[in-house]
């Protein structure tokens, strides 16, 4: 790591933000942007706009159009990549476009980079300077999905749920509608359109007999749906199942799950996957590793509380989404309202939403979150 001057600083916090720009479109494939700089002037600048397209670097070269980019240096936020995939490696195209110099923000952590393409350009007589401090945490901060599954093998799992002032997420008669209001929906609806993956239980599957999708403009794929049903009790005529041909479902069974049942899912369209383990949480981390096996690697957590204790026991919640109304439910239960609790929430005002990454040093190291990160107000 090198201190940066002020003018790298900038242009490095400017790839960072082109690297926004794929967002929701680029898995499995990280978020990378890219700018081109010679003689305190910007030849070119690209990101990474969805998977099998052109990388960031290669986009940055291309838009510099017919200038030199001889003796340049090349600003980008993610390690460049040294392995053919959909596209020829980036350590190529930086080479053969005499770029002398490489600031890059954040390392690739997956097992076919690792430091291998820095090496390679080292070795072509490229100076490469690495940042620290927070222009690093927020290039990691962009790419936790891609860094938690290239290190673990499991998806990135963000937990999102709405609660009252008094921690409740329904009331005693079941009823959340005005828990979150439009806003947070609409919010919702874009962070499934992000993620790879929806997660619930079969107990919200069975009370809404919902969709999952991601209902907002501009989605470019439909997040596949998760279905955790330890005895494979989703009714063949769910919405879910009927529309499994058309966007993907896995329904998570246990080994006690009927065979016709889960058969039957099967014969639908589902795709099911038997979890085992001792407990609940081994049973999670089982899924989660069969799960980031077919390539998923974030997921939204949407589950009720049952769910979403098995997944914090099992130390698989990554980051925490609550939207907090200014309603208070009353009663007894955990949950819900008990006696003398409200029947139903009236809709409500603004709502705030609290935010955070949870540390597991022991797992996969997350990058901090940078200071005032973590609040954000809907309006």
Excluded at 284 to 289: F, G, K, M, Q, Y
Aim: charged share 25%.
């Amino acid at each position: 790591m090198t201190t940066l001057l002020e003018t790298d600083e900038v242009h490095l916090a400017r790839a960072i933000e082109l690297a926004e720009g794929g967002r929701g479109r680029t898995t499995p494939n990280p978020l990378v942007g890219a700018v081109v700089v010679k003689d305190e002037t910007v030849l070119g600048e690209g990101f990474h706009t969805a998977f099998g397209a052109p990388h960031a670097e290669r986009e940055a070269l291309t838009a510099t159009g017919t200038a030199d980019t001889r003796g340049a240096t090349m600003y980008v936020s993610l390690e460049p990549c040294c392995h053919v995939g959909k596209t020829p490696p980036c350590t190529d195209a930086i080479v053969e476009a005499g770029i002398k110099r490489v600031v890059v923000a954040s390392e690739d952590p997956s097992d076919r980079a690792s430091g291998r393409g820095l090496g390679i350009l080292r070795d072509e007589g490229i100076e490469v300077v690495m940042a620290g401090g927070e222009l690093a945490a927020r290039a990691r901060l962009l790419n936790q999905p891609f860094r938690k599954h290239a290190r673990t093998g499991r998806p990135y799992v963000l937990f999102k749920s709405a609660m009252t002032l008094d921690g409740k997420v329904a009331t005693r008669t079941g009823d959340s509608k005005w828990i979150s209001g439009e806003a947070s929906r609409r919010m919702a609806h874009h962070w499934r359109a992000e993620c790879d993956a929806v997660a619930v239980g079969i107990g919200t599957a069975l009370a809404d007999d919902p969709l999952l999708t991601a209902r907002v403009e501009g989605v470019h794929r439909q997040p596949r749906r998760i279905i955790f049903d330890s005895e494979a009790r989703l009714p063949l005529d769910s919405q879910l199942v009927r529309g499994a041909g058309e966007i993907p479902l896995t329904v998570v069974i246990s080994r006690a799950a009927p065979r016709l049942a889960a058969d039957a899912l099967e014969v639908a369209g589902a795709d099911v996957i038997v979890a085992t383990g001792e407990n609940e949480p081994a049973r999670v981390r089982n899924a989660l590793s069969q799960i980031g096996a077919a390539g998923i690697t974030s997921i939204l957590l949407e589950g009720g509380p049952h769910l979403a204790g098995a997944f914090l026991d099992a130390g698989e919640v990554d980051e925490i989404r609550l939207f907090v109304a200014p309603v208070v439910v009353g009663g007894g239960a955990v949950v819900g309202g008990g006696a003398g609790g409200v029947d139903h929430v009236p809709p409500g005002a603004v709502q705030l939403v609290v935010g955070g990454h949870l540390p597991h040093p022991r797992r996969w190291t997350p990058a901090p979150v940078p200071r005032g990160a973590r609040w954000a107000r809907l309006r």
